[in-house]
């Protein structure tokens, strides 16, 4: 009896956290900065958003086709009620500026991070308030290769909550839009604008004038935060201290994941980035440790005793995989893959750390209806907000998503943060460091 008591109670506990998370964002959404937004959402519905009682409590579970209720690190969530949030959410305002994307997504998930970074900056230097999501594309890279609207894979409710100081993401409108035409499958539109000179778009502007520009622009902006000669936006700051996250059915993936594994109490990442293309690269020779066996001598090296008994591995194995089974005699990508199988089948440190992977494996295994379908996106999605979930990071100085993590935990107050290099790890992100570390490969 007492336990059974014991257990009601911790999950009644667990659910008025969620309720109150779910109302808190609510309250938020409603009362909004814009009267506008507020009207146009009572005229969306006439009986406003409640959270509902669920008809079942579902914590940590990774199997988002059998219930669309659901409880983790985002509090209370139901599929159903939130996406009647985000169609509110997402009413685009008339009478503030709005802008469409005028191209298509580059480079790998990090560099499309850039990308959209460089857009928001660039539409806060310009007082534009609002994009049109579908314009908004992130690629599937190494996978299906297909371009998919933003919203699909990140929290666009979370992110308009922080409007003035983020721009809105809105749906296309034919009538407030009418220079520009979204057409095409939901998860992969099309854009054609309707105006012959880009120059005279108004409904909505055309933005961005070439396909680089918006993560030139962003790179710019790195260098002279990093040269001491401006300060950080608040739009990059927001989205790194949380504003720009997961969507909540991706979100669930990773609870689900963290719950599997029993590794809520905290658990070390390390982004082993030694797939075939690394070893290629020319830059920055003196930093790389291209030997998955030389990373994990000096981690066990650097830490005797294991700070933590699970330790997540991030890497592309798909690209290790298809190098090792080519034509190429590649001896050390063999090596590496031999390495890292007998890691995860023995564990570290004489086999008191269990070793897991996440990212597109997990992502292929969801079963959820997009992001097993779009598995490489999804994956590395996954992998980064692990990443900075973690307890203990350790990645490396050449690479971008290494630093990027790193960047984002500084912002959080997370500063357990490594890099290995030749013969040692050492610690990037000190108490007393005022910066974050800098990519410079």
Same mark, same amino acid.
């Given at each position: 009896?007492?336990?059974?008591?014991?257990?009601?109670?911790?999950?009644?506990?667990?659910?008025?956290?969620?309720?109150?998370?779910?109302?808190?964002?609510?309250?938020?959404?409603?009362?909004?900065?814009?009267?506008?937004?507020?009207?146009?959402?009572?005229?969306?519905?006439?009986?406003?958003?409640?959270?509902?009682?669920?008809?079942?409590?579902? $914590?940590?579970?990774?199997?988002?086709?059998?219930?669309?209720?659901?409880?983790?690190?985002?509090?209370?969530?139901?599929?159903?009620?939130?996406?009647?949030?985000?169609?509110?959410?997402?009413? &685009?305002?008339?009478?503030?500026?709005?802008?469409?994307?005028?191209?298509?997504?580059?480079?790998?998930?990090?560099?499309? !991070?850039?990308?959209?970074?460089?857009?928001?900056?660039?539409?806060?230097?310009?007082?534009?308030?609002?994009?049109?999501?579908?314009?908004?594309?992130?690629?599937?890279?190494?996978?299906?290769?297909?371009?998919?609207?933003?919203?699909?894979?990140?929290?666009?409710?979370?992110?308009?909550?922080?409007?003035?100081?983020?721009?809105?993401?809105?749906?296309?409108?034919?009538?407030?839009?009418?220079?520009?035409?979204?057409?095409?499958?939901?998860?992969? &539109?099309?854009?054609?604008?309707?105006?012959?000179?880009?120059?005279?778009?108004?409904? &909505?502007? #055309?933005?961005?004038?070439?396909?680089?520009?918006?993560?030139?622009?962003?790179?710019? !902006?790195?260098?002279?935060?990093?040269?001491?000669?401006?300060?950080?936006?608040?739009? =990059?700051?927001?989205?790194?201290?949380?504003?720009?996250?997961? @969507?909540?059915?991706?979100?669930?993936?990773?609870?689900?994941?963290?719950?599997?594994?029993?590794?809520?109490?905290?658990?070390?990442?390390? @982004?082993?980035?030694?797939?075939?293309?690394?070893?290629? @690269?020319?830059?920055?020779?003196? $930093?790389?440790?291209?030997?998955?066996?030389?990373?994990?001598?000096?981690?066990?090296?650097?830490? #005797?005793?294991?700070?933590?008994?699970?330790? $997540?591995?991030?890497?592309?194995?798909?690209?290790?995989?298809?190098?090792?089974?080519?034509?190429?005699?590649?001896?050390?990508?063999? @090596?590496?893959?031999?390495?890292?199988?007998?890691?995860?089948?023995?564990?570290?440190?004489?086999?008191?750390?269990?070793?897991?992977?996440?990212?597109?494996?997990?992502?292929?295994?969801?079963?959820?209806?997009?992001?097993?379908? !779009?598995?490489?996106?999804?994956?590395?999605?996954?992998?980064?907000?692990?990443?900075?979930?973690?307890?203990?990071?350790?990645?490396?100085?050449?690479?971008?998503?290494?630093?990027?993590?790193?960047?984002?935990?500084?912002?959080?107050?997370?500063?357990?943060?490594?890099?290995?290099?030749? =013969?040692?790890?050492?610690?990037?992100?000190?108490?007393?460091?005022?910066?974050?570390?800098?990519?410079?490969?």
């Amino acid at each position: 009896m007492l336990i059974a008591f014991l257990l009601t109670f911790i999950s009644l506990g667990v659910l008025s956290i969620c309720y109150f998370r779910a109302a808190i964002e609510t309250r938020d959404f409603k009362s909004g900065s814009s009267s506008q937004l507020a009207k146009q959402f009572r005229s969306f519905k006439s009986e406003q958003y409640h959270a509902q009682k669920p008809k079942k409590l579902v $914590l940590n579970s990774t199997n988002t086709s059998t219930s669309s209720n659901y409880c983790g690190t985002l509090g209370w969530f139901s599929l159903q009620d939130y996406e009647y949030r985000k169609k509110a959410s997402m009413i &685009p305002l008339s009478n503030v500026s709005t802008i469409a994307y005028s191209h298509g997504p580059f480079g790998g998930f990090r560099n499309q !991070y850039m990308t959209l970074t460089g857009i928001m900056l660039g539409m806060r230097e310009k007082n534009f308030s609002q994009v049109i999501a579908p314009s908004i594309k992130w690629k599937d890279l190494f996978g299906t290769n297909q371009r998919l609207r933003h919203d699909l894979f990140f929290d666009v409710v979370h992110w308009n909550s922080f409007y003035p100081v983020l721009p809105r993401f809105v749906e296309y409108d034919k009538n407030l839009h009418p220079d520009v035409n979204i057409f095409g499958k939901y998860e992969t &539109p099309s854009l054609r604008w309707k105006v012959q000179n880009l120059s005279k778009a108004k409904q &909505p502007y #055309a933005f961005g004038d070439t396909g680089l520009q918006a993560q030139n622009q962003y790179k710019q !902006y790195v260098k002279r935060v990093t040269e001491g000669k401006q300060e950080r936006n608040s739009v =990059d700051l927001k989205m790194m201290q949380g504003a720009f996250r997961p @969507h909540p059915s991706l979100q669930r993936i990773i609870d689900g994941f963290i719950a599997k594994h029993g590794i809520e109490d905290g658990y070390l990442a390390l @982004h082993a980035r030694v797939e075939p293309d690394m070893q290629k @690269h020319n830059m920055c020779l003196d $930093l790389k440790v291209k030997n998955f066996t030389d990373i994990i001598t000096s981690l066990e090296r650097k830490f #005797a005793e294991p700070p933590f008994t699970t330790l $997540l591995i991030l890497f592309n194995r798909g690209i290790l995989e298809s190098e090792v089974n080519g034509k190429d005699n590649n001896v050390l990508a063999k @090596h590496n893959l031999q390495e890292i199988n007998n890691a995860v089948e023995r564990g570290l440190w004489n086999g008191k750390v269990k070793v897991v992977e996440a990212g597109v494996e997990l992502a292929k295994q969801s079963g959820h209806e997009v992001y097993s379908k !779009y598995y490489s996106l999804s994956g590395s999605i996954i992998d980064f907000f692990l990443a900075v979930q973690s307890s203990i990071f350790i990645g490396t100085e050449v690479s971008s998503f290494s630093v990027d993590v790193e960047i984002t935990r500084f912002f959080r107050g997370m500063k357990n943060n490594y890099h290995y290099l030749p =013969d040692q790890i050492v610690l990037t992100t000190p108490d007393d460091s005022r910066n974050p570390p800098r990519f410079k490969c």
